[in-house]
């Protein structure tokens, strides 16, 4: 079965500061990874998403991931955290029958 | 890009009574929708898979006479949370997926459920 495990429900952080959202996966089968972002009162939006192809993924506004087979992670890091970045962020992953089994989420505050 | 709505944004309602929640895709068409359920500073649980024209999948666990899931075209499926109770209070949140690509899914904003 496909899991994943967020490390750490809320992370703060100060406007500019270097973002690092963590993410540990546990699969039996070549993992396909996602990163989300929920704003308050919406959906989920597609940051980005590791399927086996470049270890570095880039995402949507300036996220990136990187999948780390020996570490078993893909954590999410944004160089400058922006006031605009502060939401719920969900790690998710693939299971057999293509859908998706999502972490607990880690909730960003930005500090201005 | 692809858009999901949901209706209600928020609905109250009292125990015993039921309760419809609309997903629609409003800009493509989704062959398959899912539904989640999300408890407060918790992820999201999905509850059941919805195909067009066919019968839901539900996930282990969930009640399939609580919850009815129908998807009867392929922009709508209803979510029907019957006989309410205050422990069904939560947030709801659908999402659909194209037929050509399996690893997108389209979330819709959710729905608010409070069972006074």
């Known amino acids: 079965a496909q899991s994943v495990t967020q490390l750490g429900s809320h992370v703060s952080v100060s406007e500019g500061a270097l973002v690092l959202l963590r993410c540990n996966y546990s699969?039996?089968?070549?993992?396909?990874l996602f990163w989300y972002v929920q704003y308050p009162n919406q959906g989920l939006q597609l940051l980005l998403k590791?399927?086996?192809?470049?270890?570095l993924v880039k995402g949507i506004n300036g996220f990136e991931a990187e999948f780390k087979k020996s570490e078993t992670s893909f954590h999410l890091t944004k160089p400058s955290a922006h006031m605009s970045d502060a939401a719920e962020y969900f790690c998710a992953v693939r299971r057999g029958d293509y859908k998706l089994s999502f972490g607990a989420g880690t909730t960003v505050t930005v500090r201005a | 890009g692809a858009v999901v709505s949901q209706h209600p944004s928020r609905v109250i309602c009292k125990s015993g009574t039921s309760v419809k929640i609309e997903c629609r895709s409003l800009?493509?068409?989704?062959?398959?929708m899912f539904w989640y359920r999300q408890f407060p500073k918790q992820s999201l649980m999905l509850m059941a898979t919805?195909?067009?024209?066919?019968?839901?999948?539900?996930e282990q666990g969930v009640e399939k006479d609580k919850f009815l899931i129908n998807h009867a075209s392929l922009t709508l499926s209803t979510l029907t949370v019957t006989s309410a109770h205050p422990e069904d209070s939560s947030f709801y949140i659908c999402?659909?997926?194209?037929?050509?690509?399996?690893?997108?899914?389209?979330f819709g904003p959710g729905t608010r459920l409070t069972v006074l």
């Open positions: 919805s195909n067009e024209g066919s019968k839901a999948t539900y």
């Open positions: 999402s659909a997926r194209l037929a050509g690509d399996l690893d997108t899914q389209y």
């Open positions: 590791y399927t086996s192809a470049a270890t």
């Open positions: 699969s039996s089968v070549p993992p396909y």
């Open positions: 800009d493509f068409q989704a062959t398959t």
